[in-house]
């Protein structure tokens, strides 16, 4: 099915560039370019073909490393009994310059509360949603807690947020000792950035620096490799 709706949305939705990701494990998914999502997803709801009649979940999930944020759309077709996820991937931005994508609430309702606890929670706001203002947080709360740099305030309207006593350092930390004792840190993918706050600067220079090691090996290896393969074609 996922062929299909790739090959439909790139006939229906000029310049949406739809991509099958195969999954090794867990679920396949489809990437599009995340300027077209409303167009996308319009497509989708009205096609004879598909019926995706229903959105399930928006969810998403902050890559610091390609400085992007990956956004999620579960989409089902309950008439069908079908179901897919459907991918659009932002720049990260900052807290002056959040990254946007067209709101969907007028394709779904659902999306209304769904959009609002993407914005709380990683900072992408949604062009013309209709209430667009955090959900769990207050209002006046500072930075975005699924963002993995983020560090919580430590004061809030007069109230200690987390105290030091409570901070789950060893989750915080878990990540940075694994890329340490791995076979190969640069497979490691984590919870937590390496420099966050909150780490050990020891534990996080130890950690960022055998992944840089473990890079420029493989870098010199594919180099070598490469002048071998061109070495034996001259030869």
């Known amino acids: 099915m996922l062929n299909e ?5 790139n006939n229906e939705v000029s310049g949406c560039n739809a991509v099958l990701n195969t999954a ?33 979940v928006i969810s998403g999930v902050d890559y610091p490393e390609t400085s992007e944020i990956e ?15 459907l991918k659009i991937r ?12 067209e709101s969907v609430c007028d394709v779904w309702k659902s999306a209304n509360f769904l959009e609002r606890e993407t914005y709380d929670m990683l900072g992408v706001t ?19 807690p699924l963002r993995k740099d983020y560090v919580v305030e430590k ?21 940075a000792k694994m ?4 076979e190969d840190p640069t497979a490691v993918s984590g919870s937590w950035v390496d420099d966050h706050a909150w780490i050990d600067q020891d ?22 490799a490469a002048a071998q393969e061109k070495g034996s074609k001259d030869d």
């Open 5 to 9: 709706i790739v090959t439909f949305l």
């Open 155 to 175: 004061v809030y309207n007069g109230m200690v947020v987390d105290p030091e006593e409570k901070i789950n350092k060893a989750d915080i930390e878990f990540f």
């Open 24 to 56: 090794e494990v867990g679920d396949s998914s489809i990437t599009i370019d995340a300027k077209h999502i409303k167009p996308a997803c319009v497509a989708l709801k009205n096609s004879s073909t598909f019926k995706m009649n229903v959105l399930q």
């Open 203 to 224: 534990l996080s220079s130890k950690a960022k620096n055998r992944v840089a090691e473990v890079k420029a090996a493989k870098k010199a290896k594919a180099a070598e």
């Open 71 to 85: 956004i999620s759309y579960m989409l089902a077709s309950f008439i069908e009994n079908t179901e897919f996820i």
């Open 126 to 144: 949604f062009e013309n949603h209709p209430d667009h203002r955090r959900i769990l947080c207050g209002d006046d709360w500072k930075g975005y």
């Open 90 to 101: 932002v720049p990260r931005g900052d807290d002056s310059n959040l990254p946007s994508v």
């Open 179 to 182: 890329r340490l004792e791995h």
